[in-house]
């Protein structure tokens, strides 16, 4: 293994509440109906 890759410290990425509309478009549809339940519940925010 290169030296390179041993150094990369990988960091925990945050889980995404906030949805725009824009951003919803390019969703699949499997993702797209779970995003948009939890929308529905209020566990997501959505943007307008």
Sequence with gaps: ??????KQVRFPVAKKTYWHLYSLQNLESEKLV?????????EY????
Excluded: G, P, T
Aim: proline share 0%; glycine share 0%.
């Design 1 to 6: 293994m290169s030296e390179e890759k041993k």
């Design 34 to 42: 779970k995003v948009v339940n939890k929308i529905l519940s209020r």
């Design 45 to 48: 925010n959505l943007v307008k």
